[in-house]
């Protein structure tokens, strides 16, 4: 398993396999790279903490691919574009390529590229807080990783893909619809860019609803289907349990912790964006989502922390039309 992108998901699911057999290799860049290089990659838990010594690169030009190898993209969706670009000259066109990220961009870009794409999606609550560490909050059960052949159907691949997850701690079945429920995840990470923006107790205020209602109403218009919240909620049940690692607790997601490491970058194009997209295809209005997609993308440009406006404020910008 080739783990492209080394940083929350990727670093905890490229962890987990290598320390219960799986042969892996990490991509990663910066100090991260370096960190991991020297000392390993340290997988902290509620359960514990170790360090692993998983081999790591920091391009796909330095892996020695072989024919059974299996490439899972990790990365952030705004990443994903250079990171084909550079996996593209690398590997065989039918190469296994899996996207374990976000939004429903990411397969139809790895198709450009790609014979044989897969989607994975991702319910596991993990964090990367500094380079050579990264943090899993769900024990025993890591997360949640169903997965299956885009644009639909499932095959050996994914059967085998799921069988390897599944002995790695996490909950995992191959389904022939993995995009119903990627969709469904997509309208979850609308409140992504409100917990970024406003802080995490702001994602179960109204704001939620009012991205949610328009994200729902651009998928049916665009005649999108999704699983329902009773389905999602059946397949969660209460296999994930977020504890604390030490005396330390999550304090967000993966677009709150992109505004805490003051990256310049954040997903939101590929979340509230993706939604925008839709309504302007489909003539939806999607006043609340535009808003959070344009002042997330500013925090990231002007390297604000996380949890910077107050919830009342964007509330009171949406009621007065500004964009």
Known sequence: MIVFGAGAIGGVIGSRLFE?????????RGEHFEAIRE???RLETPDGARTLPIPVVEMPSQVSFR???IVLLATKSQDTAAALGSLAPEI???TPVVSAQNGVENEPAALRHFSRVYG???MCPAAFAHPGAVQAYSSPVTGILDTGRY?????EVAESLAAAFRASTFLSEARTDIMRWKYAKLLMNLSNAIEAICGPAARRGPLS?????EGIACLEAAGIDFVSEKEDAARRAD???IDPIGSDRRAGGSSWQSLLRRTGTIETDYLNGEIVLLGRQYGIPTPANELLQRLANRMAFEKKAPGSIEADEVVAQLDRGIG
Request: glycine fraction near 8%; charge should be negative; hydrophobic fraction near 40%.
């Open 20 to 28: 219960h057999g799986f042969e892996v290799v990490l991509i990663a």
């Open 39 to 41: 000392r390993g990659l």
């Open 67 to 69: 024919a059974d190898d």
């Open 92 to 94: 065989p066109r039918d």
């Open 120 to 122: 994975v999606c991702v």
């Open 151 to 155: 644009p639909n159907g499932s095959d």
């Open 209 to 213: 609803q009012i991205v949610k209602h």
């Open 239 to 241: 296999h994930i349990r």
